[in-house]
């Protein structure tokens, strides 16, 4: 690939990496963890390895994979009243308690938060079971958002042994009957990742920690030990679909998911244990809220300035001005081979938010994300990712985004812009 090839490519959207694996990592401990790229809306970009920009759900749960693959007199009213409130929160509690593991503790969701989200419709429970070859599945619940939707499933009747990695072997997904990418209308095109659970979620100093505030493990060689079955025996999976182009796009469709084969993933190969078929078809509620802020906040001497923020509870948007900019690099050919070559330079990353309370939330990247200039003309360069956690949008304070390493301290203040955004 030319210089004048590379330089095109990049001007297409391509994935978001894992912020803290690639940046964060410079001012804070190593954090092992697998990676793998998911496929992106649109054409895929390869960068070199150091450069390499893809999604990783690292500690939220197993490889993501991209595609379709192989992978009411007054004290009668008022005694109403009680009665009335004391069954709402019943039945509030109790759906809570239906709700899965993965969108729930995995995303730090609270108890009033959980009530909020399905007043809003952010979150619905979907309820629909397949059995086949003595495993059920069931579709438990969901999260949508405008860009996003999570829609986590439960296992019943496979087991695997702690550090033992399951998967399903083949995933089929469709929105509103099309199929990932539809090249006569892109902005309709989706992407999706999937992955067991495994009870790890991110820190607020970026560590991984577990959910449950049991101890991490490690193995021999330093690698995280997942355990990936529950307390009552089930496993949990999780899919996430995104489409960062068109507003609105997961809300109120028919998705259609097959799910194919089961069994475990040792080395990179998967092998399966159970030929079973699990198939669900699904209209999944989910919730507009966004903040929009209009915005002209410099970015330190970077030449980057934020014109745009979208918040939403579940995922994060920016768009820059950021008139672009060439720097050095390597790549590596199709022989292998290294080589020199440029490539337009990255404004900062947004790392996460500061809420008016004064906590940060700095390393709350999920994925998938995207990012990328809006054109091959425009100096304008939009990312947009999905985060680990709900967040009240009216809440938050600030949006974080990292340093370059020379003007990078060691207090949080020290380490990211802060932009206001109300």
Same mark, same amino acid.
């Given at each position: 690939?030319?210089?004048?090839?590379?330089?095109?490519?990049?001007?297409?959207?391509?994935?978001?990496?894992?912020?803290?694996?690639?940046?964060?990592?410079?001012?804070?401990?190593?954090?092992?963890?697998?990676?793998?790229?998911?496929?992106?809306?649109g054409?895929?970009?390869?960068?070199?390895?150091?450069?390499?920009?893809?999604?990783?759900?690292?500690?939220?749960g197993?490889?993501?994979?991209?595609?379709?693959?192989?992978?009411?007199?007054?004290?009668?009213?008022?005694?109403?009243?009680?009665?009335?409130?004391?069954?709402?929160?019943?039945?509030?509690?109790?759906?809570?308690?239906?709700?899965?593991?993965?969108?729930?503790?995995?995303?730090?969701?609270?108890?009033?938060?959980?009530?909020?989200?399905?007043?809003?419709?952010?979150?619905?429970?979907?309820?629909?079971?397949?059995?086949?070859?003595?495993?059920?599945?069931?579709?438990?619940?969901?999260?949508?958002?405008?860009?996003?939707?999570?829609?986590?499933?439960?296992?019943?009747?496979?087991?695997?042994?702690?550090?033992?990695?399951?998967?399903?072997?083949?995933?089929?997904?469709?929105?509103?009957?099309?199929?990932?990418?539809?090249?006569?209308?892109?902005?309709?095109?989706?992407?999706y990742?999937?992955?067991?659970?495994?009870?790890?979620?991110?820190?607020?100093?970026?560590?991984?920690?577990?959910?449950?505030?049991?101890?991490?493990?490690?193995?021999?060689?330093?690698?995280?030990?997942?355990?990936?079955?529950?307390?009552?025996?089930?496993?949990?999976?999780?899919?996430?679909?995104?489409?960062?182009?068109?507003?609105? *796009?997961? =809300?109120?469709?028919p998705?259609? #998911?097959?799910?194919?084969?089961?069994?475990?993933? /040792? @080395?990179? $190969?998967? !092998?399966?244990?159970?030929?079973?078929?699990?198939?669900?078809?699904?209209?999944?509620?989910?919730?507009?809220?966004?903040?929009?802020?209009?915005?002209?906040?410099?970015?330190?001497?970077?030449?980057?300035?934020?014109v745009?923020?979208?918040?939403?509870?579940?995922?994060?948007?920016?768009?820059y001005?950021?008139?672009?900019?060439?720097?050095?690099?390597?790549?590596?050919?199709?022989?292998?081979?290294?080589?020199?070559?440029?490539?337009?330079?990255?404004?900062?990353?947004?790392?996460?938010?500061?809420?008016?309370?004064?906590?940060?939330?700095?390393?709350?990247?999920?994925?998938?994300?995207?990012m990328?200039?809006?054109?091959?003309?425009?100096?304008?360069?939009?990312?947009? *990712?999905? =985060?680990?956690r709900?967040?009240? #949008?009216?809440?938050?304070?600030?949006?974080?985004? /990292? @340093?370059? $390493?020379? !003007?990078?301290?060691?207090?949080?203040?020290?380490?990211?812009?802060?932009?206001?955004?109300g």
């Open positions: 690939m030319n210089n004048k090839d590379i330089i095109k490519t990049l001007q297409e959207e391509v994935e978001i990496p894992h912020i803290v694996q690639k940046k964060a990592d410079a001012a804070f401990a190593a954090i092992h963890r697998e990676a793998e790229n998911s496929k992106s809306v054409p895929v970009v390869r960068l070199p390895a150091d450069r390499r920009m893809g999604d990783d759900r690292g500690q939220r197993s490889r993501r994979k991209p595609g379709t693959h192989r992978h009411p007199g007054r004290k009668i009213w008022i005694a109403a009243a009680v009665a009335a409130l004391a069954v709402g929160t019943i039945t509030a509690v109790a759906d809570y308690m239906k709700r899965s593991k993965s969108l729930t503790e995995g995303m730090q969701v609270t108890e009033q938060q959980q009530v909020q989200m399905q007043e809003k419709h952010l979150s619905a429970i979907v309820n629909r079971s397949c059995t086949d070859k003595g495993i059920t599945v069931t579709a438990v619940d969901s999260i949508t958002d405008n860009y996003y939707t999570h829609i986590a499933f439960r296992v019943e009747g496979y087991k695997v042994d702690v550090g033992t990695q399951p998967d399903f072997g083949t995933i089929k997904v469709t929105v509103d009957g099309k199929d990932g990418y539809d090249e006569a209308s892109p902005e309709d095109s989706f992407n990742t999937a992955g067991f659970y495994n009870g790890f979620i991110m820190g607020e100093d970026g560590k991984i920690i577990h959910a449950d505030g049991s101890p991490v493990q490690t193995d021999e060689a330093g690698n995280l030990i997942e355990n990936y079955t529950m307390d009552d025996g089930t496993m949990e999976y999780q899919i996430t679909l995104s489409n960062t182009q068109k507003r609105g *796009f997961f =809300i109120n469709k998705v259609h #998911v097959e799910l194919s084969g089961l069994g475990t993933v /040792a @080395k990179a $190969a998967y !092998e399966t244990d159970i030929d079973g078929t699990w198939t669900f078809d699904l209209t999944l509620s989910g919730s507009p809220e966004l903040k929009e802020c209009s915005l002209n906040t410099p970015l330190g001497n970077t030449g980057a300035s934020v745009k923020a979208e918040i939403s509870p579940i995922s994060l948007g920016v768009e001005e950021f008139p672009r900019q060439l720097e050095p690099g390597t790549a590596v050919d199709e022989n292998g081979q290294e080589k020199e070559t440029t490539f337009y330079a990255e404004p900062p990353w947004l790392m996460g938010v500061r809420m008016k309370d004064g906590t940060m939330y700095p390393y709350i990247y999920l994925g998938p994300g995207s990328g200039y809006e054109s091959e003309e425009s100096s304008r360069y939009r990312t947009m *990712f999905a =985060i680990d709900v967040l009240d #949008v009216d809440q938050v304070e600030s949006l974080l985004f /990292a @340093k370059p $390493a020379g !003007e990078c301290g060691t207090t949080p203040e020290e380490m990211f812009y802060m932009v206001p955004v």
